[in-house]
């Protein structure tokens, strides 16, 4: 899935290839699941395989995406975020109310992004400087920029460019496409001594100090990350509703944490792929898409949503035992 | 020897924790082209030297130099600049990276900003075939064997060209080919004039191994020599040896008949096949070096961990209790070691930590009876002389207190038999001495006594037999008539041949 076709640097990529070979093999029995649903959706809908389906699909998926990456950078290093949604819903009413004024399209996703990585490393310091546990922070920092995008937008309105909600929300798949480019640079940066550390800082801090890894910006780099993945998600969710709605996002917190978990992301720090997040949150949106097909109430989607990621979490803790 | 100036060398530095002081006046220098043994018992400073000489902590007194000039502020990165590398006991890597990675860690080749796989594979490459690592470079970490892991470890220190080699017990999990690998390499470093400093408690290694030894015992540096003319049992001699004092009780057998413990073949945790019979009235010892499997021997009869045995009689009925509730109800009572987290509820009040085995025993949802509570608990802080207010916290005693009270705890149910896990560690004289007088209180009382000490001074005096645990097993049972601090250790660190054909 995510195997980009990114050169890593320089020749002798034998040993890069590698290891990235090695690391689909936690996420094979994943993927398989993931194609498994794919199919059953394409017989339900056969509109997917069509350029417009294909489109709308992947428009569905997007913002769940990006959500499930931002959370699995936090899980890797040991932390966890529950300000996603607060984050995706001040993205969306910022683009909502900044690029039909004067900022333009260009000026407004600036400071989207700006405010993304701002709140994130404010968080990120926070919460690795102080010392003080993620979950918590990250709880009453919902509460802040929850309250932060009311001020922004009181209630549902706001407009966006009608061209970029036809060319992100469209009948293109250029959604699929922006997606493309965000895992071929996320490939980028896990391949530079910052990124890499990533792991190490997560699963095995002290011995990763003592190996001489700058642990406290690797934690804040990616709390900075994961916040200008929010408020990207939040853009495109404005784009794709044309307006912007201060509560959009709310779902998407723990949406986020399902599809990193049912990606593989652990809760103990270092344990997990981003391919994997990827894949979770794929059938995740799959997972919806086919129970609406086959005519789940919403309640019985819920309900089946639960216990698929339960399994999902349990199936693997049962095969261990069973060793 | 070689050249006069030491790379690496701690002077008179002294270092202490919550007032204990942990090292006195220790001088140690690392040569250039010499393998230098540090050795001493459980706790006698060993880790905290290390840790000081890689700038993990500062000493409270006393210098640390490089080169012959003294730093002022040590710090694992000032000693990694300088050509430190320590080789850790607790691994310091990560199961989700690969070996080549994870060797890397710290200081990956660079190139336009990103890791350089193609130079990290050849460096990676150089330094594990040193080690004779030869599983596949992309191999995770997670997916090796404890004993690969420990030479990726070593593979990692070497990936940086250190000038000054420490490994803390490099072998404790490596097999016998492994082991002979990292001499042959120890060798060849020492030969291109790295100074190493090995850690080891198997001293025919450091025999066969190092050239100078600096022996510590509690604390003190007891032998700064050569290595040449000194037998394994003079090294024994110099690590053991306090003067005991009146701290211990007179011995006197109150061994009974009656069985309390009787197990065949038991496994449990890292112990495998253990004999073991005994009788109420007996205090019965378990020795050896820290983290052989003594925990798990205590635990696996405790019905705490999975246990599988031939044949068991434990608290007159046969079999292994299942799960702690049944272990109680036969009269068996475990005091762990780590009292902060496993044996007591700090912030909870000394009365409720005392009543916790009670109130496991009640119905479940019967009311308590705070007058009957109170006055038990009042009875068992006389008894154990546990001073202070029983409402306070837990945490508001001192150590010593909090022993008792994890110890006393157990009292109301009158068990037979009780499993103390290193009942002394980290507790003042004055409460050592108590607690040794109520052991042989308990055993004359009738009670079987299992006591699991790093203390060797403490099983010398308080047992009426002591099995000492090296890998897993019970190597020797030393039987009253045979006890002596150098009889345990000997046979803790596998000495014992030496000491007979000696």
Same mark, same amino acid.
């Given at each position: ?25 936690? =996420? ?20 997917? *395989?069509?350029?417009?389906?294909? +489109? ?27 300000? &996603? ?28 992004? &700006? ?84 792991? +190490? ?13 700058? =642990?406290?910006? +690797? ?28 509560? &959009? ?15 593989? &992301? ?23 898409? =086919?129970?609406?097909?086959?005519? *789940? ?15 999902? =979490? ?10 | ?13 002294? !270092? ?17 082209? #010499? ?24 000493? /409270? ?5 490089? /080169? ?12 990694? #600049? ?50 004779? @690592? ?23 220190? @070497? ?28 060798? !060849? ?65 109150? #061994? ?19 004999? @073991? ?9 378990? $020795? ?7 925990? /798990? ?76 509570? #109170? ?11 546990? !001073? ?8 508001? @005693?001192? $150590? ?54 790093? /203390? ?47």
């Amino acid at each position: 899935m995510s195997n980009a076709s990114l050169s890593a640097p320089g020749r002798g990529n034998a040993l890069y290839w590698a290891i990235q070979a090695k690391r689909n093999i936690g =996420v094979r029995s994943l993927f398989l699941v993931v194609l498994a649903f794919m199919v059953a959706y394409g017989f339900l809908f056969h509109g997917l *395989f069509t350029g417009t389906g294909f +489109a709308k699909f992947t428009q569905s998926w997007f913002p769940l995406a990006l959500v499930a990456m931002a959370q699995a950078i936090l899980m890797l290093t040991g932390g966890i975020s529950l300000a &996603i949604g607060a984050l995706v819903s001040l993205g969306a009413v910022i683009a909502a109310t900044t690029m039909t004024g004067p900022l333009g399209v260009a000026g407004g996703a600036a400071v989207v992004g &700006i405010v993304g990585l701002g709140i994130g490393a404010a968080t990120g310091l926070i919460v690795v400087k102080l010392r003080l546990p993620a979950i918590v922070v990250t709880l009453a920092g919902s509460f802040i920029i929850a309250g932060a995008a009311l001020l922004v937008l009181p209630r549902p309105g706001g407009a966006m460019p009608d061209w970029l909600s036809n060319l992100l929300a469209g009948n293109t798949p250029a959604a699929f496409a922006v997606l493309v480019v965000i895992v071929l640079l996320w490939k980028l940066y896990l391949a530079t001594p910052l990124g890499l550390s990533l792991y +190490a800082a997560g699963e095995n801090p002290v011995g990763a100090y003592r190996s001489g890894v700058p =642990v406290d910006a +690797a934690r804040i780099a990616a709390y900075a990350i994961s916040g200008l993945l929010c408020t990207g998600a939040g853009l495109f969710v404005a784009a794709q509703t044309g307006s912007g709605d201060p509560i &959009i996002g709310t779902s998407f917190t723990l949406n986020s944490i399902a599809a990193a978990v049912l990606g593989g &992301i652990g809760f103990l720090g270092g344990q997990g792929t981003m391919r994997g997040a990827l894949a979770g949150s794929l059938l995740l949106s799959l997972m919806i898409s =086919v129970m609406f097909f086959l005519g *789940f109430t919403p309640v019985a989607q819920y309900v089946a949503q639960g216990l698929i990621i339960i399994g999902a =979490v349990a199936i693997p803790q049962f095969r261990m035992r069973a060793r | 020897m070689a050249s006069p100036a030491p790379i690496l060398a701690a002077r008179g530095v002294s !270092k202490g924790f919550f007032g204990n002081p942990v090292l006195r006046d220790v001088s140690i220098a690392l040569m250039p082209g #010499r393998v230098h043994a540090l050795l001493g018992e459980n706790g006698a400073g060993k880790s905290t030297l290390i840790n000081l000489l890689s700038g993990a902590l500062r000493p /409270d007194s006393g210098t640390i130099e490089i /080169d012959g000039q003294a730093v002022s502020r040590h710090s694992p990165p000032e000693a990694r #600049r300088a050509g430190i590398a320590v080789v850790q006991q607790e691994l310091s890597l990560t199961g989700s990276l690969s070996i080549a990675e994870n060797v890397g860690l710290g200081d990956y080749p660079r190139r336009f900003g990103l890791v350089d796989y193609a130079a990290l594979a050849a460096r990676a490459k150089a330094a594990c075939d040193l080690v004779g @690592l030869h599983e596949p470079l992309a191999t995770p970490v997670g997916e090796l064997s404890l004993g690969r892991r420990q030479m990726v470890e070593i593979a990692k220190a @070497l990936y940086r060209k250190p000038r000054v080699l420490i490994l803390d017990e490099p072998t404790s999990s490596l097999s016998a080919t492994e082991t002979r690998i990292l001499t042959t390499l120890l060798e !060849k470093l020492r030969a291109e004039g790295i100074a190493i400093l090995y850690i080891s408690h198997r001293l025919d290694e450091v025999m066969q191994l190092c050239q100078h030894v600096t022996v510590l015992k509690d604390g003190t540096c007891t032998a700064d020599r050569p290595l040449e003319g000194v037998n394994a049992a003079g090294l024994v001699r110099l690590m053991v040896g306090r003067d005991p004092g009146d701290l211990f009780p007179r011995w006197d057998s109150t #061994r009974t008949d009656r069985t309390a413990i009787a197990v065949a073949k038991l496994s449990a945790g890292a112990m495998q096949d253990v004999d @073991l019979e005994i009788k109420a009235g007996e205090v019965v010892g378990i $020795g050896g070096l820290v983290g052989q499997g003594q925990e /798990d021997l205590l635990l696996g009869l405790y019905g705490a961990i999975p246990a599988k045995v031939v044949s068991a009689t434990i608290g007159g009925q046969a079999g292994l209790p299942g799960n702690v509730p049944q272990a109680n109800a036969r009269g068996l009572a475990y005091v762990p070691a780590d009292r902060k987290r496993e044996g007591l509820h700090l912030i909870h009040p000394i009365l409720t930590n005392l009543m916790l085995p009670a109130f496991a025993r009640m119905p479940a949802l019967k009311l308590r009876n705070r007058a009957a509570e #109170r006055e038990t608990a009042m009875g068992l802080a006389l008894q154990f002389s546990i !001073k202070g207010d029983l409402g306070r916290a837990a945490q508001a @005693l001192s $150590g010593g207190n909090q022993q008792k009270v994890a110890l006393a705890k157990w009292m109301p149910h009158d068990p037979t038999v009780l499993l103390l896990n290193d009942p002394t560690r980290g507790v003042d004289v004055e409460t050592k001495r108590e607690i040794y007088q109520m052991l042989r209180g308990f055993a004359a009382a009738g009670k079987a006594v299992v006591l699991l000490s790093s /203390d060797t001074p403490e099983l010398v005096h308080l047992c009426d037999r002591v099995a000492v645990v090296r890998e897993g097993r019970i190597v020797t049972m030393l039987d009253r008539g045979g006890l002596s601090e150098e009889a345990i250790v000997a046979a803790a660190m596998g000495a014992e041949r030496e000491r007979q054909a000696a």
